[in-house]
Structures are given as structure tokens and as C-alpha cells.
């Protein structure tokens, strides 16, 4: 004797079962905690959005602010430079100063052998090497030592010896040589 079937599948009942399974799952989109869990996901996109939106803004502003260090760094350096070029010209006008000094006292020698003062270089301020303590030391003085002394003083080098000689009396405050 055969042995008895085992009951088969109903195709037709497994068919209505997933049409109801999909009807019925459809339907689960109306329960209230996937519907919030819905409207969670779209405020946490938006969240994205906003953090996203705030970092760029971020990134700008940081650039901005290298801008402005690079701004503020580069008008240090120019501030340094005006201060620098104040002091050389604080020291320029005091060697002015001393030397405008001394001349006005060279310009009351009245004998050749008589001391003058000094002038002071305009490039450091210091004593001009070589600098005549007479009249008569002046007029003894060679060629390259008065143009050294020339330009010491900022002045012009242009012509012959005689010229500069004549020159370097001046800028000493001395009257002219009679030639």
C-alpha cells in the first residue's frame, strides 16, 4: 500500500495571504510612530543642512580672519618702518642740529690758527674722521680727505679740488678763501 499524500500547499490561499500581507503593511506608513519617525529623519536632514551651511560660514569667516592677520601683520611691519625711519630722522635733524651749532661758531674765527668745532656725520652721527682742528689744517688737507668729509656732511663732491676745497670751508661755516 502506498503511503498517504501529506496535505499540499493552497497556492490560491498563499496568494490572497500576500496580497493581505501587502495591503496590510502598506497601511503600517499610518502608524503614528513611523510617521514621527518620518518627520524625524526630515528635521535631522535639515539639522544636516544647517551644520553643513554654519561650517561653510565657518570656513569664510576663518579666511576672513587670516586676511585680517595678514592685514594687521603687514601694517606692523609698515608701522616698524615709519618708526624707523622716524628715529633717522630724529637723529638726521639732531646732527643738523649740532652742526648748524658749530658752524655758526666756525663763522666767528677770525685767526687760522684759531680751534674750530666739529661737524658730525648725517649718515651715523658721529664725529667725522679726519675732521681739521684749524683753518690752517683745513687748507693742508688732501683732496681725498676733504671729499671724504664732503660726503660725510651729505654734500656735493662735483668739481675740482679747489672747488671742494672752497666747499668744505663753507659747509664748516668759514667765510671764502680769497682766491
Not at 493552497?10 to 510612530?33: H, K, Q, W
Not at 576663518?62 to 625711519?85: F, K, M, S
Not at 658749530?102 to 661737524?119: D, F, H, I, W
Not at 671724504?148 to 671764502?176: D, F, H, V
Request: net charge neutral; proline share 6%; with cysteine.
Amino acid at each position: 500500500m502506498a503511503a498517504p499524500i501529506p496535505p499540499q500547499p493552497d497556492f490560491e490561499v498563499i496568494g490572497r495571504s500576500y496580497t493581505d500581507l501587502s495591503r496590510e503593511m502598506g497601511r503600517c506608513a499610518n502608524l503614528p510612530a513611523l510617521q514621527e519617525g518620518n518627520l524625524i529623519l526630515q528635521e535631522l536632514r535639515g539639522l544636516r543642512e544647517e551644520q553643513r551651511a554654519q561650517g561653510q560660514e565657518l570656513r569664510a569667516q576663518g579666511e576672513e580672519l587670516r586676511g585680517l592677520r595678514e592685514e594687521q601683520r603687514a601694517q606692523g611691519e609698515e608701522l616698524r618702518g615709519l618708526r624707523e625711519e622716524q628715529r633717522a630722522l630724529k637723529a638726521l635733524v639732531t646732527t643738523n642740529n649740532d652742526n648748524s651749532l658749530s658752524r655758526l661758531a666756525n663763522s666767528q674765527v677770525t685767526r687760522p690758527e684759531s680751534n674750530l668745532l666739529p661737524l658730525r656725520s648725517v649718515i651715523n652721527n658721529e664725529p667725522i674722521p679726519q675732521f681739521p682742528e684749524t683753518s690752517i689744517e683745513l687748507q693742508r688737507l688732501r683732496d681725498t680727505a676733504v671729499t671724504n668729509i664732503l660726503r660725510a656732511l651729505g654734500a656735493s663732491t662735483m668739481g675740482n679740488a679747489a672747488t671742494r676745497k672752497q666747499r668744505l670751508r663753507l659747509q664748516c661755516g668759514l667765510k671764502e678763501d680769497p682766491v
